[in-house]
């Protein structure tokens, strides 16, 4: 759809956007009333508990940690000696750093067994109480831990820089016309200033997307987009907030069961997506993976297929994978095979478009498969932003599947990473990404695509949590992914 309150595509000087949300400085998108309250149940859904401020770095004593909290195993439910494929659950009381229990909930605890000898791992279940206990389940299959990665107080920070700092990281383009070049700042949220601003709003699907306007050039001598790095004064601008990060910096094993069990052929619980054994990603329910573990099997699963990959550096590392998988890969278009990606991060790059805009051109059918990534580049602006970017793309995937009900859609959720230090941790936490994968799940449900579920391919394995997931996981989620393509893959 055209909005007919634009007039021109690029314009400048007191600029005004059609909104209905505003978050100080950060104008978003204007939503239909269907949109808005389909926006507001999302937020609903993955609202977290509220912390008692912290009044000074004193305070930091009355934050959860992991060192003084405990765990029990509750009894088995059924009796007698545990077995393979029992529920394990566990009960867990977080303390503060003088040894109190926790009144309150909110800490962001991840749960996992795992077995490195066996390359084996499964992702846990974590319920809040919201009084400071955590009930832990798991299928039972090897030993387990939980890992605190923020404490309830670090996460309320998080949510207040995204609504005070969205433009933390910011971005650049550079306009030129002649000998002239200038460089402006750019983001979806722009400071207030005396400086005009250009007006790169997308036509079809109103995202916005704005630059301070060159003091010499148009805004129609932009030529690139870039990275223009991050806000340095937000390590500085608050030291409490600083001492948080640095407080709980890294992830410490609050619990860790070693136990003894007798093996039997009890089924496994369904709770988990799948789980990891001999370094393989088994399924429970659903489609079955199949190995595709040589360039001729994955030659002829692609063999006819026009795949449309859409995303950012962790749809990159699939793609990358393929063409590399694909004898003579150094074509994108190889026996009869069709790959083709296109980096659609946060910002709008000249020669790109968004998600949704490619949805639309897309004919569809049978041979079409279409993949799409998008979580990386959103962590640091309000859910709401997050939400109505899902929402364009969420409409184009119903208009195609209408259109083209055979067309193939699968959908990567994010992962969690890292958190080496504070910038990491504000500007790329895993709460924000465990945030999105909960709204990217809630609204795609009941929708034809598939998910390859990242989060739990990532957490569930024994290596070391990356944004870019190292090989061995990147193999497994291809073979998910070729699995969908090819359901019926030749033994």
Aim: charged share 15%; aromatic share 10%; glycine share 6%.
């Amino acid at each position: 759809m055209i909005y007919s309150w634009y007039k021109i595509l690029i314009s400048f000087c007191n600029v005004t956007l059609p909104v209905n949300v505003q978050y100080g400085f950060c104008k978003l998108k204007s939503l239909s009333p269907k949109e808005a309250h389909e926006e507001k149940l999302l937020l609903e859904s993955i609202a977290w508990p509220q912390t008692p401020p912290l009044s000074s770095p004193n305070s930091l004593s009355k934050t959860s940690d992991p060192a003084h909290s405990s765990f029990i195993i509750l009894p088995r439910r059924k009796g007698g000696q545990w077995q393979m494929g029992d529920k394990l659950e566990v009960l867990i009381q977080m303390c503060d750093s003088q040894g109190y229990p926790k009144t309150y909930g909110g800490d962001v605890l991840f749960a996992r067994l795992s077995n490195t000898a066996l390359g084996a791992g499964v992702a846990g279940q974590v319920t809040d109480y919201l009084n400071g206990a955590y009930y832990a389940a798991f299928t039972l299959l090897w030993e387990g831990s939980v890992t605190l990665v923020h404490p309830s107080e670090a996460v309320t920070e998080l949510h207040r820089l995204n609504r005070e700092h969205p433009d933390r990281i910011f971005f650049k383009s550079q306009f030129r016309s002649g000998s002239v070049t200038e460089t402006t700042t750019c983001n979806v949220c722009l400071r207030p200033t005396q400086q005009p601003v250009c007006n790169y709003t997308d036509l079809r699907t109103g995202e916005p997307w704005l630059c301070y306007k060159p003091k010499e050039l148009s805004c129609d001598d932009r030529i690139n987009n870039f990275n223009g790095g991050y806000e340095e004064k937000i390590s500085t601008m608050d030291k409490l907030v600083n001492y948080l990060f640095h407080f709980m910096q890294g992830k410490c094993h609050i619990c860790s069961a070693e136990l003894s069990y007798k093996q039997n052929n009890t089924s496994v619980d369904s709770g988990p997506s799948g789980y990891y054994y001999q370094g393989v990603w088994r399924p429970l329910g659903g489609t079955t993976v199949y190995q595709f573990n040589t360039s001729s099997a994955i030659t002829q699963c692609l063999k006819g297929k026009a795949v449309h990959m859409y995303g950012d550096s962790t749809i990159r590392q699939w793609f990358e994978h393929l063409i590399a998988a694909v004898p003579g890969s150094c074509s994108t278009n190889l026996s009869d095979i069709s790959l083709i990606f296109f980096t659609v991060q946060l910002n709008l790059f000249i020669e790109l478009h968004y998600i949704t805009n490619e949805l639309d051109n897309i004919v569809g059918g049978s041979n079409t498969v279409v993949v799409i990534g998008i979580w990386a580049h959103f962590a640091t602006f309000p859910t709401e932003f997050y939400i109505g970017r899902l929402q364009s793309i969420h409409r184009a995937v119903v208009q195609l599947l209408s259109r083209a009900p055979e067309t193939l859609i699968i959908i990567r959720t994010g992962n969690p990473k890292v958190v080496a230090n504070f910038l990491h941790a504000s500007t790329n936490s895993d709460w924000y990404s465990l945030q999105q994968n909960k709204v990217l799940r809630a609204l795609f449900k009941g929708v034809n695509v598939h998910l390859v579920d990242a989060w739990e391919m990532v957490l569930a394995h024994h290596l070391p949590h990356e944004l870019h997931p190292q090989p061995p996981i990147i193999e497994n989620m291809i073979n998910v992914l070729l699995s969908y393509i090819c359901p019926e893959k030749d033994s």
